[in-house]
């Protein structure tokens, strides 16, 4: 069993930055992929961002890639979400979630994939 606790949320103006993080119980944290989704008000949940267990492999949606940046500290059990240049757009509320894997260089990018979900962390940009 994983628990996530979402932190670092907030109110930005666009062209902000925020960096989100996500700290998980347990003493096996590197042997989980995890990854980052939100929800914006009226929408389904979307995929933002995985990262493998070793952190060598990540993989983003089309409309963060080159602004957000997901990393981990296996040391820390903690995962990270770099948001730059933050648009109106990217409002939503921010859950990160865990999937146990024994390929430590596989990432997910499917929300059916993940076993384990944050209660999220709520992400607003005022334009």
């Known amino acids: 069993q994983v628990q996530l606790v979402e932190s670092g949320g907030g109110l930005v103006q666009a062209g902000g930055s925020l960096r989100l993080s996500c700290a998980a119980s347990?003493?096996?944290?590197?042997?989980?992929?995890m990854g980052w989704f939100r929800q914006a008000p009226g929408k389904e949940r979307e995929f933002v961002a995985a990262?493998?267990?070793?952190?060598?492999?990540?993989y983003y949606a089309d409309s963060v890639k080159g602004r957000f940046t997901i990393s981990r500290d296996n040391a820390k059990n903690t995962v990270y979400l770099q948001m730059n240049s933050l648009k109106p757009e990217d409002t939503a509320v921010y859950y990160c979630?865990?999937?146990?894997?024994?390929?430590?260089?596989?990432?997910?990018?499917?929300?059916?994939?993940?076993?384990?979900w944050g209660q999220g962390t709520q992400v607003t940009v005022s334009s």
């Open positions: 347990g003493r096996t944290f590197s042997s989980y992929a």
């Open positions: 979630a865990a999937v146990l894997t024994y390929y430590s260089g596989r990432y997910y990018y499917r929300q059916y994939e993940y076993d384990y």
């Open positions: 990262i493998s267990g070793s952190g060598v492999n990540t």
